[in-house]
């Protein structure tokens, strides 16, 4: 049992394992958009570098514009030097007609809105 514990620390330590890739996650304002392409200029916000970044069509937001704030995703392709992406997630595109998770309608329900009588006068629970 010691012998194994031992090669298993040995091995660690030279290196024999190797290392797992992983995505990186970027913040970054958008300074512009190339739907046909699926390329997107991004000022990543940590270090104020600018990134060209490669994205599926079908990842990318109808709604993204210049100058909103994304979260992407991804790797940095060695070759090309922009970040190949794997998800990417717009901030601040719900808008206030969307409840995505249903936060505002159980709040408002409280309150009178949404069909619920509210919890003044005595009507609560």
Do not use: C, H
Request: proline share 3%; charged share 20%.
């Amino acid at each position: 049992m010691r012998a194994i514990l031992f090669f298993l620390i040995l091995a660690a330590a030279n290196g024999l394992f190797s290392p797992v890739s992983a995505e990186d996650l970027f913040a970054g304002r958008v300074l512009s958009v190339d739907r046909e392409t699926g390329k997107l200029t991004v000022e990543i916000m940590d270090d104020g570098k600018t990134m060209d970044v490669i994205i599926p069509s079908e990842l990318l937001p109808k709604s993204l514009l210049p100058g909103n704030v994304i979260r992407v995703w991804g790797e940095i392709n060695q070759e090309t030097g922009a970040l190949d992406v794997t998800n990417m997630q717009a901030l601040g595109q719900t808008g206030y007609g969307q409840d995505q998770t249903g936060v505002r309608r159980r709040i408002g329900k409280s309150s009178g809105q949404y069909g619920g009588r509210g919890g003044s006068k005595g009507r609560g629970r």
